[in-house]
């Protein structure tokens, strides 16, 4: 999937809010690609826009180019084959995710039966099949129960085999570890880095931990724009962009320092580098001038006018 | 064990509002006999003191509270709900003649007022914003705001006396005699037409509205991007995923509309001289027939609790959640 000069724009009473600016980048057939940054820094908008599940007000430019088709040109009808068949997205907060109202089974099996043209019974019968891949015990009965009686941990490994029902060649995984404790956050990682060995994933997170087991390239945002992608080892071992590395930074085992000051609107954003108010390496050149993103060393890349190593 | 326990609940209920309906009129100010002779101090009608006590006696009014109160109880549970004054007849018997006629009223109009306005509600919520949308709402709000016997007056004036394709009044037509069943059948429902759209244009804005806002918050939940996601057509989702989902507030709003329409057939009925309980009601507010108001107040109380009972179950129905509990 190659995605060039993609923007995403949502018109409202108080702006435009630019969600996703300018974002290039290509995720290769079997990698975990990270998306990480802060909430609200467009993570999530970016994922949508793949899947084209925007409100309808949205605007989109650029081209996500994926298995030689433009999605942003694609018919409506076009996507409902791509949805869930192609690409899939397991959506975060698996608590409203899933309808409240609709077995656990059906609401597997419904998706099945659309993209694999299955009947009824098989279909059901798949369903419990990727109840049981996800390790969920007792699948056949679990099937016919509604999501309340799921435990968080529980209702997250239904989002992922509902995800990966139709068997699609690329996923993309939003917070699929949010709100979720330490031993069943550690089982979830484990069972995605199972379910997508030889799949392309994007996964966005906030939770470098979780970035660091699963990814092996990864993209820090920060309003609405990458500042800097490298694979897994660089940006650990020698992060450049100052936001990088006040991320690491915030780790618990590198001392919980938070960075100062919160991420701007997505309306309004301050002149030159977007982060200088909340850097401690900004100077002149960093308030007029926007950085560009460049390469720095082979496949590393930064948006910084310092980047140094 | 969860049915047990909600039979139990509406038992008590029943019991409370068996128990307010014995001790309101009778916390009333006033003589229980005044309405034998009148108010009208105009006319000076005596009863003497022996005449009252034989007429306390003969409507146990003369026996302490407790006594009347229990054999109040005894009577209900054998069906008796008392003696209509005007009538001349029992109670409960005048009731259910009338109530035959009022139940297939407000049950047709009840069925097609709630699926016509989930329909329009969710096909509007799904249009939302668009003309289609806009026009359905102001003018299903515009007609919907009229008040209930002036909307019965129109229709009246228009397809009954102008057009004369309805009936004006009753439920059927006097003294007729029909050829086979079928035709008896079509005279009853000719007659039930005018006054049933009269409550269905009337009732029908609330549950539009409802089901509209109900939708469209479902419309904007989690759970339908997630179906959306999955590569669902729109259709497929607003049949499967959205409309149970949406009809949960409708079902408690029907439940409490149920005392409403009794609010509201008294005007259709009086409109339309529709023999049903609302125009019994009228009636016997009018020639002070306390008996029979008590019993009907009952009947009307009782209707309201089972409408509560039925959407009770249809939660359990609609939706897993409430099951466990």
Redesign the interface.
Known sequence: MRISDLKTNFPTPDGIVRAVDTIDLSIRDTETFGLIGETGCGKTVLGLTIMRLLHPAATMEGEIIYKGKNLLEASEAEMRTIRGREIAIILQNPTTSLNPVMRVGEQIAEAIRLHQGLNKKDAAAKAVEMLDAVRIPSPSQRANEYPHEFSGGMKQRVMIAMGLACNPSFIIADEPTKGLDVTIKAQIVELMKEMTERKAMLLITHDLSVARELCDRIALMYAGELVEYAPLKGIFESPLHPYTRGFLGSLPERGLVPIPGMSPSLIDFPDGCRFHPRCEHATEVCRREHPELVEFNAGHFVRCHHARS | MNLINKLAYYLVIILIILSINFFLPRAMPGDQLAYLIGENPDMPTRMTDEEREVLLAHYGLDKPLSEQYLDYLVGISRGDLGWSIYRSAPVLEVILVRLKWTMLLTGTSTVIYLLLGIFLGAESAWARGNKKDTWSLISILTVSSLPVFFLGILLKIFFGAELDIFPLDGAKTTCASYANPLEGVLDILHHLVLPAATLVIAHIGGTYLLMRNSMLSVLG???I?????????ERYILN??AI??ALLPIVTMAALMVGFMITGTIFVEKVFTYPGIGLLLYDSVMCRDYPLLQGLFLIIAISVVIANFIADMTYIW????VR?E
């Open positions: 939940a989690d759970y991007l997630s179906a959306r996601a999955k590569g669902l057509s499967r995923h149970k989902n609609l939706d897993p959640r466990e």
